[in-house]
């Protein structure tokens, strides 16, 4: 079964700070994996996604996030926050070798920026 | 840009009552989901559907819980004899075909059961 562990559950950077949110995998197979953003109230954003190709992808907004195969992880990084970046972001995982399967979701990392 | 449409943003339930929640998928896409976020969790998956039939769906997805494509173009999740655990922002989700990669989501339907 694929898992998402997002290490921190709140992440508090100053504006103009380096914005790091981490993300490990746990898959049989190689994954896909994604980043989705949710600002207050509002629905789910896709940031960014790896499934072939380029282990290092970039996003809306800065953001950018590279797939190392070796320590199965998919972290977030973003090199100068803005207030704007405030929001959950979720990490997400589907097997690309089963067709319409299903995304598991990390448990979310809350990002505060501060003034 | 095509989205999905939930409807409504907000409904508020008796305990005990039965819910539908609608969802208008983007219309080339061919799997559709529903998932649900209790209040400072995570999003959790309910359900697939493809090809008029669930194709996968979750622990939490029990016999409360049916999901429907009536016409073609809704898709709608029931939640029978509603609790209070039930309460929760509903998202719908829909993939054109897996090779598109990613799944579309719509604004969520925030369900209060009191």
């Known amino acids: 079964a694929q898992s998402v562990t997002q290490l921190g559950s709140h992440v508090s950077v100053s504006e103009g700070a380096l914005v790091l949110l981490r993300c490990n995998y746990s898959?049989?197979?190689?994954?896909?994996l994604f980043w989705y953003v949710q600002y207050p109230n509002q629905g789910l954003q896709l940031l960014l996604k790896y499934t072939t190709g380029a282990t290092l992808v970039k996003g809306i907004n800065g953001f950018e996030a590279e797939f190392k195969k070796s320590e199965t992880s998919f972290h977030l990084t973003k090199p100068s926050a803005h207030m704007s970046d405030a929001a959950e972001y979720f990490c997400?995982?589907?097997?690309?070798?089963?067709?319409?399967?299903?995304?598991?979701f990390g448990k979310g990392t809350t990002l505060s920026v501060s003034s | 840009e095509p989205e999905v449409t939930q409807t409504p943003s907000h409904q508020v339930t008796q305990m005990g009552q039965e819910v539908i929640l609608r969802c208008v998928p983007i219309?080339?896409?061919?799997?559709f989901y529903w998932y649900r976020q209790i209040l400072g969790q995570k999003v959790e998956f309910l359900v697939s559907?493809?090809?008029?039939?669930?194709?996968?769906k979750s622990e939490i997805f029990d016999d409360q819980f049916s999901v429907e494509r009536p016409d073609g173009s809704n898709f709608t999740l029931k939640i029978r004899s509603t609790k209070l655990e039930d309460s929760a922002m509903y998202f719908c989700?829909?993939?054109?075909?897996?090779?598109?990669?990613?799944?579309?989501f719509g604004q969520g339907t925030r369900l209060t059961v009191v």
């Open positions: 989700a829909s993939w054109r075909q897996f090779l598109n990669t990613e799944a579309f």
């Open positions: 219309s080339n896409h061919l799997y």
């Open positions: 559907f493809y090809n008029n039939e669930i194709s996968e």
């Open positions: 997400a995982v589907t097997d690309p070798g089963r067709a319409g399967t299903a995304l598991i």
């Open positions: 898959s049989s197979v190689p994954p896909y």
